[in-house]
């Protein structure tokens, strides 16, 4: 199984909002809603966002928002902030009790 | 509060073995199934196994025969064995607590890692 493809690289003002797409197939994001996004900032461990495409868990900002259609998840991150500014991944249930990740967005608040 | 902390990291020789641990505490361990993912230098996440709340494990198929992910429900702790270790296995070690019944199918909480160099 390949890794879903989500954009190198996304930026954007503050104040301003940005998305992130995940680009999967048939097999993993197309067939279950069992998408989750996490945050990891530099030299620290991923946070949860998002599960069950657009659920934020309790503590979660609602700047994060998420959704699916067909193949592709995505991520909107609204009214941009400096501490924003970090790592993204979009994983995905892909059956028989596994899990694939994306290959990560940078996020750069200008 | 919840936690989860990694050990058994270390540099190693190519084709040579490692135990990983991962300890947890705050929660009930034996109601939680438990995933490692891993992060090699500058490079995204990769999901490398997972263990079920009672002892059933499921791996990817890139990494059947090399690894072995296992529990311990009375000292709340998972491992994962790696063998024949290359250098692509090097990085970051996660272990983490899958959400089920309230993240279903997510990773709620994550471990700080621990680092692997072959």
């Known amino acids: 199984q390949s890794a879903l493809t989500q954009p190198a690289s996304v930026s954007g003002s503050p104040g301003q909002s940005i998305t992130i797409s995940c680009i999967g197939t048939?097999?993993?994001?197309?067939?279950?809603?069992?998408v989750s996004w996490y945050q990891q900032h530099p030299g620290k461990a991923p946070r949860l966002l998002i599960y069950e495409i657009s659920k934020r868990p309790s503590g979660v900002s609602n700047r994060f928002s998420a959704s699916k259609s067909g193949n592709t998840a995505s991520l909107t991150i609204s009214g941009l902030q400096a501490e924003d500014e970090s790592d993204y991944y979009c994983?995905?249930?892909?059956?028989?009790?596994?899990?694939?990740f994306g290959g990560g967005t940078k996020l750069t608040v200008l | 509060q919840v936690q989860l902390e990694e050990s058994g990291g270390g540099a190693v020789q190519p084709g040579t073995s490692l135990r990983l641990s991962c300890a947890a505490s705050g929660f009930t361990f034996k109601n939680y199934d438990m995933h490692w993912v891993r992060q090699a230098p500058g490079k995204g996440l990769e999901w490398l196994a997972v263990i079920s709340h009672d002892g059933n494990e499921w791996l990817p198929d890139f990494m059947k025969g090399r690894l072995t992910i296992s529990r311990d429900n009375l000292n709340n702790t998972v491992s994962l064995q790696m063998t024949s270790l290359r250098a692509e296995d090097t990085g970051v070690y996660y272990c983490?607590?899958?959400?089920?019944?309230?993240?279903?199918?997510?990773?709620?909480?994550w471990g700080q890692g621990t680092t692997v160099t072959v």
């Open positions: 994983c995905s249930y892909a059956g028989r009790s596994t899990w694939l």
């Open positions: 048939n097999s993993d994001v197309g067939s279950y809603n069992l």
């Open positions: 983490a607590k899958d959400g089920a019944g309230t993240s279903n199918y997510a990773m709620d909480v």
